[in-house]
Every structure is written in structure tokens, then in C-alpha cells.
């Protein structure tokens, strides 16, 4: 574990940028230009944004014109070194690079309040749609763009229609990769089609190397597709560093092991 002290400077910034590939350049742009001053980064397609301003009161577009994709960035310093102005040179060279169309800069905590608000309100959002299919997956950060068009090519083969809602923490590769039904349809139109919708986004992962679950855990909706898809050695490992811990097996129990 280690400990960092408070940051002396923050600032947040909202872009917009034409596809998930010019999101993730901008990672490394940001990285490189700042010395790794960013310290969140945040992936959301434009159905985010719109289904936050339908289902959340008291939010607001980010920006003035509609992007494909936005960018929540937060970049810290844990001391007063004029980061403001060495994020404004980094957007514009990012600009001249085009991999961004606009950005915004919040200019005050509230500012920046409302812009995570947005981010933190996703999951609501996302109810307020239906049930439809949920994931929590990840891969690496670079082969981000390609899952998305991947999965987003088995949902359409599965369930016409039917909208991807992609967000995330794309610095680690984390991807919310949640699909609803199409617009004005009933709340369960996704229901006879939900076990083949993952299914087929767990292959797409798969083929990439990644994860079928990242930070929000196993639990029991994914116990028996992690045994199904893990590699056994993998999974008795796991097995004896749990029993090693938990010889009882009186913590979180029949979750996963």
C-alpha cells in the first residue's frame, strides 16, 4: 500500500472526440504531455449523456454540440505548478493532433461536481430503461475500440434494434458494456434475448484476453459462467488461496469458490 498526499491542484476537463480508438490516443496524448498527471479517465458514448439528461433531474449536455464520445478527465498535482495551463497546452496540441473536436475546462468545484455527476449517474440512468444485459468486463486498454466494435456487431446480430451503452474506466481497460432495448420498447423486450447477449459478449472478451468480470466482482449471476469459462488449474489456485484464508469458508459465502 502506498500513500499519496492530497492533491494542491486538480483540474477536471470534459472532451469530445469522434470514436473510442481517438479516446484511448488520448490517453497516451494526456500521459505523455502531463508527466501522468491524469488521474481519471473516463469513456462515454453519446446514449450516456442522453440518457442521463432523460432519466436524471437537474443535469445538463456538457457541451454545446453533441460528440460521439466524451472523455472525463481529472488531472492532479500534489502541489501548485501551474497544471492549468499545462492541461490548456495539451488540449490544444490534442486539437491540432485531432484527437479531440472541443473540449471544457470546469472552472470551479461545482463545475467540476456537475461533470462527475453525469459519470456517477450512468448506472440509474441505465435502469430507467429496463433490465435488459449487464457487464462489467475488461480488457486491455488498447484493444478497447476493437471490443466495442465486435460486441456491438453480436448484439446487433442477436437483438436488432437493441442499444450499447458503453462506459468506463478505460485507463485499466474497464468497460460497462450494458445493452437495452430499442428506443420506446417495452422494459423487458430483452428478456428471451439476455442469456444469448452475454454469451456472446463473454466470447468477444474472451477472444481479446480479458475479464468477464472486473471491479464489480462475481457474485452469483457469474459463478457459473466463471467456472464454465476459466481454465480449471486457474480455478483449483483460486480454490487453495481460498481455503488457505478461509478454511471454514465463513466469508462471502457461495459467491464464487
Request: with cysteine; proline share 5%; aromatic share 4%.
Amino acid at each position: 500500500m502506498k500513500l499519496y498526499p492530497l492533491p494542491a491542484e486538480k483540474v477536471t476537463v470534459c472532451a469530445g472526440v469522434k470514436s473510442p480508438a481517438d479516446a484511448v490516443a488520448l490517453l497516451s496524448h494526456a500521459q505523455n504531455e502531463t508527466g501522468g498527471a491524469a488521474t481519471s479517465f473516463e469513456l462515454m458514448t453519446r446514449i450516456c449523456i442522453d440518457l442521463v439528461l432523460k432519466h436524471i433531474p437537474n443535469t445538463r449536455d456538457p457541451m454545446g454540440e453533441a460528440h460521439a464520445v466524451y472523455v472525463l478527465m481529472e488531472f492532479s498535482s500534489g502541489q501548485k505548478s501551474g497544471l492549468r495551463a499545462q492541461i490548456e497546452e495539451m488540449l490544444e496540441s490534442a486539437l491540432n493532433k485531432n484527437l479531440i473536436e472541443d473540449a471544457v475546462i470546469a472552472e470551479n468545484e461545482a463545475q467540476a461536481g456537475a461533470l462527475w455527476h453525469i459519470r456517477h449517474s450512468m448506472s440509474e440512468a441505465i435502469n430507467g430503461e429496463g433490465l435488459g444485459a449487464r457487464h462489467d468486463v475488461s480488457v486491455a486498454t488498447s484493444d478497447i475500440p476493437a471490443f466495442l466494435e465486435k460486441a456491438g456487431a453480436e448484439v446487433t446480430r442477436i437483438a436488432p434494434g437493441a442499444r450499447v451503452v458503453a462506459f468506463g474506466h478505460i485507463g485499466d481497460g474497464n468497460v460497462h458494456y450494458d445493452v437495452v432495448g430499442p428506443e420506446g420498447a417495452d422494459p423487458h423486450a430483452l428478456d428471451d434475448k439476455r442469456a444469448e447477449i452475454e454469451s456472446a459478449v463473454y466470447d468477444v472478451i474472451g477472444a481479446f484476453n480479458g475479464s468477464i468480470s472486473a471491479e464489480h466482482g462475481v457474485g452469483r449471476h457469474r459463478r457459473d459462467t466463471l467456472a464454465k469459462r476459466k481454465n480449471p488449474v486457474e480455478l483449483e489456485m483460486m480454490r487453495a488461496i481460498k481455503k488457505s484464508l478461509d478454511p471454514q469458508g465463513i466469508m462471502n459465502p457461495g459467491k464464487m469458490l
